[in-house]
């Protein structure tokens, strides 16, 4: 095994082929390796055994905060700062303003929504390993691609090289890690 | 599709075999049987190739067209908002009617992007992205509006919940705040999913980058976008969740516009109707935007493969629907006015259709209620210019629309001692028509930078890239 080498890239000829790879490799026990596709696979999911994606937790969140925002604000600022009497309606209520606190709380969750993809995808990085190799920047057009990389603790460059050949996979090559 | 078919779907077979039902394969979503290099190559060549000649003349007159919107705000400000036709009784004239007009124009974008995903609408894919770039534009346009119809806009700020001078917040109890909120948060919302949905293609258009310029500006906004199946999987979650916050405030924003003027104790104004009336003529008169600009982008960038009639017949049957609404609203608003025994009610919708404004009502129930109507026809939806015409008319008879219920009630309320006629200026009109010219630059500068079609939904949508392809139907 080379110090340089980030992982093993196997192409798949399907989609097909490569959620049925994917399952695989799971089952052989895989720790860190990924499917690289240009469009969400369906199924590749529980393929891959993944759990469902977290992101509501931060819409959640973003939304709750966004309401308690809302509702704080128009509190503190026609009921408490500057009591507004506006024919003699009360300082505060639910009602009346509802509708900004509807607003705040989508704009938040959306918010929330797209901080929560970023986090959870470990976004932004802008250099990768990956990116250096020529045939793996083809993945975002039409090639379909599992990598496994050299820190798992199953692989071992002959074995797994085989294992992915066996799984249907039509070119296996190993991709380096120069940095 | 097989897989997602049911046991409980399933027909039983003994009946089956009675009834013989003739075999229809669905309309392919992508023509001619493309696969994934082409639909990538198809859009990012797009951004790629050389500037054409006949973007660069339609740039510089959307260029010229947006002066006059340039010029119009300038005087307005240098002047003071005199210079529009504004006046005792109707201080609502022009500048609310494009701002309502043009808001409603984006709702079309969310429709699609959001509610047609949530109902699992694929054809939505191919227009999904433009129809968002409308709707962020439209919304662009929409809001010079209101910010400088205050004429001394150096106190547009006290719009916003800041303390002005005198130490004084805004008062939240008025459907004016409350369309600060929804207009912004609707302008951002629309913002953050158009852009994430942008993510995946702007990294295609990175890795197939062969300049330096193209390299930075589309690795910068892709974030490092990998294609991981990890990544994939909070992404899918996200639009989900983002399509999910957007539908309920799409019609919120609606409702919430129809409320400026419902809220309102003006007769013509003050009606219940409004929220449901004003969401549905919204969509329609987007669905009329979105055909008018997808069908001469379809045609130049040869895109007939992927925005096929399926798609153009639907669009037309939900412009049908949505007209057809629009017209039950406005039979339904004469009904109630007749029927609630209201003289001031009555009155306002008899003047409506028969006072000094008729020509307006004509224009509008011509345009929105008769004109889609042809859209029954499979000849008129098959034929692109006819539809494109039709399309047209819908834009035309929202803007009427728009006008026709901020005028006429103003124009004619209580007292016939304070009755007037409003015309706009010439700079109310040169200001309103710069707005097209604006929406244009906007438009033309997204074709020409960014991936017009989401590839990675049309992709998705292609019968390869289901796993169980080519499996037995079971």
């Known amino acids: ?179 | 599709m097989s897989a997602t078919t049911s046991e409980v779907d399933k027909p039983d077979p003994a009946i089956m075999a009675k009834v013989q039902p003739a075999h229809l394969e669905p309309r392919p979503l992508v023509e001619n049987n493309r696969d994934y290099a082409w639909i990538t190559d198809k859009i990012c060549r797009i951004v790629e190739e050389k500037t054409p000649t006949w973007w660069w003349a339609c740039f510089a007159v959307a260029c010229m067209t947006a002066s006059f919107t340039v010029m119009g705000l300038i005087y307005l400000v240098a002047t003071g908002v005199g210079v529009w036709g504004l006046a005792n009784p109707v201080n609502w004239g022009w500048a609310i009617v494009n701002f309502v007009f043009w808001i409603g124009i984006g709702h079309a974008g969310t429709l699609i992007s959001a509610i047609l995903c949530l109902l699992k609408q694929k054809w939505r894919t191919s227009i999904n992205r433009a129809a968002e770039a409308m709707t962020v534009f439209a919304v662009v346009c929409a809001a010079i509006f209101p910010v400088f119809h205050v004429g001394r806009i150096w106190f547009a700020w006290f719009l916003f919940p800041l303390p002005n001078s005198n130490w004084l917040w805004p008062q939240f109890r008025s459907p004016l705040e409350w369309d600060v909120f929804a207009v912004s948060t609707y302008g951002t919302v629309s913002v953050l999913f158009w852009y994430m949905g942008m993510i995946p293609d702007l990294a295609t258009i990175r890795d197939r980058a062969t300049t330096k310029f193209r390299k930075l500006f589309y690795g910068l906004f892709a974030m490092g976008w990998r294609n991981a199946n990890n990544h994939w999987r909070n992404f899918e979650g996200a639009y989900l969740l983002l399509a999910g916050l957007s539908t309920p405030l799409v019609l919120s924003v609606h409702t919430i516009v129809s409320f400026d003027f419902a809220v309102a104790q003006l007769p013509g104004w003050h009606t219940t109707i409004f929220p449901p009336y004003f969401v549905a003529g919204a969509i329609f008169s987007g669905f009329g935007m979105v055909l008018t600009l997808m069908l001469p982008l379809r045609s130049i960038y040869r895109l007939h493969d992927l925005i096929n009639q399926q798609h153009i017949d639907n669009m037309c049957k939900i412009t049908l629907a949505t007209g057809t609404i629009v017209g039950y609203a406005y039979s339904m608003e004469f009904f109630i006015a007749w029927y609630g025994s209201n003289p001031y009610e009555g009155f306002a919708f008899i003047n409506r259709a028969f006072g000094q404004y008729w020509w307006a009502y004509l224009t509008m129930i011509s345009c929105n209620v008769i004109s889609p109507q042809l859209f029954w026809f499979k000849a008129v939806r098959e034929n692109p210019a006819v539809v494109w015409i039709i399309s047209i008319f819908v834009n035309v008879g929202m803007w009427f629309e728009r006008f026709v219920i901020a005028c006429t009630s103003l124009a004619n309320d209580f007292m016939p001692s304070s009755w007037g006629y409003y015309s706009p200026t010439i700079i109310d009109i040169l200001t309103y028509f710069g707005t097209f010219g604006v929406f244009s630059v906007l438009f033309l500068l997204f074709i020409r930078f960014l991936p017009i079609m989401p590839m990675a939904e049309i992709k998705m949508v292609l019968p390869e890239s289901d796993p169980h392809h080519g499996d037995e139907h079971h």
């Open chain 1, 1 to 179: 095994m080379n110090f340089n080498d980030y992982g093993l890239m196997a192409t798949f000829k399907s989609a097909k082929d490569l959620v049925h790879a994917a399952e695989k490799i799971r089952d052989a026990g895989f720790k860190n390796w990924e499917c690289y596709t240009s469009f969400p696979v369906h199924g590749l999911d529980k393929a891959m055994g993944y759990p469902r994606s977290m992101v509501g937790a931060f819409t959640l969140t973003g939304g709750l905060t966004g309401f308690v925002v809302g509702t704080l604000m128009i509190w503190f600022m026609n009921a408490f700062d500057y009591p507004l009497n506006v024919g003699g309606m009360p300082f505060f209520s639910f009602i009346f303003p509802f509708p900004v606190m509807y607003e705040m709380n989508i704009l938040f969750a959306a918010f929330g929504t797209l901080g929560g993809m970023f986090i959870l995808n470990r976004l932004p990085r802008h250099h990768h390993p990956l990116f250096e190799n020529q045939k793996f920047l083809k993945c975002s057009d039409d090639r379909l691609a599992i990598v496994i990389e050299v820190i798992d603790p199953k692989y071992d460059e002959i074995e797994t090289q085989k294992f992915l050949k066996d799984l249907g996979a039509t070119e296996v090559e190993t991709v380096q890690d120069d940095n």
